[in-house]
Structures are given as C-alpha cells and as structure tokens.
C-alpha cells in the first residue's frame, strides 16, 4: 500500500513478556517517528529517526523501551519486560523530511493491552 | 498546563450545521496540524499551515499567529464527519509534534 503500515493492529500479552512493534513507511520517507497515545488523551512523542540515524529518544520512557530503523526504512519499537501501564496505542508515522514544512503521515496504530 | 489546548473537548451536532473547534498554544511556532482521528483509531492529516487559511471541501483552517490560535471549520456537518480532532504544533525548526488531546465530534443525521 501508499500509505504508512504498522504491524500487528492489535496485541495482547502477559506481563513480563517482550514485545516488539514494526512499523513499515512511505516509500522515500527518510524521517519516521514513533508516538504513544493513551486512551482519551493525544499522541505523545517517544523517538525520532533521520534515516537510520536515531536522532531524538527523549520521549522513550525509560530502558525498557528501545527502537531501531536498521536500514533507513523499516523501524522496530521494541518494548522489554512489559507493564500494565505500557498499556496503549503505539503510532509511527513519517515523513519526506524532517522540516518543519514536511507533514507527518500516521499509521493506523498499534494497540497493545497488558494483562 | 497543556502547551496545546483544544475546545470545545466534545462536540455534538445536527447534520448540516457549522461547527468550529479551536486550538490554543502558549508557545511560539513554526507550523500547526489539524489532524482527524476516525473511529478505528487511524489518524488523517487535514491541514498543515504556518499562516492564514486554508480550504479544503467543507473544512476550513485559520490560525492567527500573533494570538496563538488556530480554528478548525467545517461547513454542512455530515455524521460522517464524526471523529476526533486533534490539534498539534511544531516548534521552530523542530520535528516534533505536540498534540492537544483532541476533540470528539459527533454528527448525529
């Protein structure tokens, strides 16, 4: 497809267990971003990528969240011994470039539920 | 306090109305979002401006930068207008977006 995919749609898992998140951009896109959304609130920003640069991870809450975009095209969120709060809606989005005056394209989320 | 603020936080109108949502920043810009949530969960890019107005079929963006405020229209509501509209900023010459925490819209025919 044209647009931004994310992978799975939904995931349920134990806590304790690894997850990982795979998001698949727009062709050409060299900027992706990572956010978290909440339920009822806005997308907050967790981590950043200018090709397979990790640029900014300021907004990862702690270690146990980590990401790569090995080749510049594909990015992996990798989320290591999950908690009930990591609970929420994982988006990726990206972009042509990293100005201000590029828009950002979303992905239809990944939702993830804790048990 | 939030650096982007969104009213009203929910919506509810009759088919064919005008309706109008704003958003309130407290911090200088480069650009804002207007970006439509569907009740799926996938999110929609509207509008991307910097300055003025911009018009879309029925929707129509302002902001007003000297007031820190931008304003979402849209024209003969439809029930397929009903979503979530968020409202987001970029500072400077930043990538990052930061988000209000939406409007929900309800359309009812």
């Known amino acids: 497809g044209a647009g931004v995919s994310q992978s799975p749609r939904y995931k349920v898992t134990k806590r304790g267990q690894d997850v990982a998140l795979r998001c698949d951009p727009i062709?050409?896109?060299?900027?992706l971003y990572w956010y978290r959304q909440a339920l009822g609130q806005g997308p907050e920003f967790l981590t950043y990528f200018n090709y397979e640069a990790q640029q900014d991870k300021s907004g990862l809450p702690n270690d146990r969240f980590s990401a790569e975009r090995p080749e510049g095209s594909i990015s992996t969120l990798t989320i290591q011994r999950t908690e009930q709060r990591d609970s929420a809606m994982y988006r990726c989005?990206?972009?042509?470039?990293?100005?201000?005056?590029?828009?950002?394209?979303f992905g239809d989320g990944t939702r993830l539920s804790i048990l | 306090k939030n650096e982007v603020e969104q009213s009203p936080q929910n919506l509810t109108a009759q088919e064919g109305e005008f309706i109008t949502i704003n958003c309130s920043y407290s911090?200088?810009?480069?650009?804002l979002h207007w970006l439509q949530q569907h009740p799926g969960g996938g999110i929609v890019s509207l509008f991307m401006l910097s300055s003025g107005k911009k018009k879309h079929g029925r929707l129509i963006a302002t902001i007003n930068i000297q007031e820190k405020h931008s304003s979402l229209h849209i024209t003969a509501s439809h029930p397929r207008d009903s979503a979530v509209y968020i409202c987001a900023v970029i500072r400077g010459s930043n990538y990052k977006l930061t988000f209000g925490k939406g409007t929900l819209l309800t359309v009812n025919p």
């Open positions: 911090v200088g810009i480069s650009a």
């Open positions: 062709s050409g896109h060299v900027s």
């Open positions: 989005a990206s972009s042509r470039g990293s100005s201000s005056n590029q828009p950002q394209h």
